[in-house]
């Protein structure tokens, strides 16, 4: 009798943690900015090497010691959206996030994020790898709005990118596992 009363004295005060904690918890945790960098600690290379690189196709550049990993489901974007590449530095523990086309060529072009609440617009033109970061940070942030209208700028029109959530969705999976490759996340 007493080791029934004593399941329900603590096990109604875990199963209300546990539900407050799941409650409370935030859809998209934020980017530590503090610790927005290239270095990447051998615990985060170990986690991204054992569990998120087989979401990846994996290209190794000999001349550069790099590894490139694409994500294959970018395949789906429009031709003029823009493809996000993770860039991996062994040699220098530092991985790099970079804009590209489907070719494969840098990414020139101007791109545009509008929501409600705010508006951003980055030519992408000539960026450097923490620029190139910044930018993506930025996009991590409003990439969580509903509202979220991406275009980007081709032949002086306007075109939609990433306008439906799968979409969305791949990005928000490259720029997570990016982040927390780099220990922002």
């Known amino acids: 009798m007493k080791a029934n009363r004593l399941k329900w004295f603590f096990g109604l005060p875990l199963i209300a943690l546990i539900v407050l904690v799941l409650v409370t918890q935030p859809n998209q945790r934020p980017i530590s900015k503090a610790k927005l960098g290239f270095k990447v600690l051998e615990s985060d290379a170990l986690f991204f090497k054992n569990l998120r690189q087989f979401y990846y196709e994996r290209e190794v550049r000999k001349d550069a010691d790099f590894e490139l990993f694409r994500h294959p489901d970018q395949i789906q974007f429009e031709p003029?959206?823009?493809?996000?590449?993770?860039?991996?530095?062994?040699k220098h523990d530092e991985a790099y996030l970079l804009f590209e086309t489907k070719a494969g060529t840098p990414f020139e072009q101007v791109i545009r994020f509008d929501s409600n609440k705010d508006s951003f617009e980055y030519d992408l033109s000539g960026l450097n790898a923490a620029e190139q970061q910044q930018i993506a940070v930025n996009l991590y942030d409003v990439l969580k709005s509903k509202d979220l209208r991406c275009s980007v700028l081709s032949k002086n029109e306007w075109y939609p990118i990433w306008d439906n959530e799968a979409e969305r969705g791949v990005v928000r999976m490259i720029l997570k596992d990016y982040f927390k490759l780099t220990g922002s996340l």
């Open 80 to 90: 003029n959206a823009p493809r996000l590449i993770i860039v991996n530095n062994w």
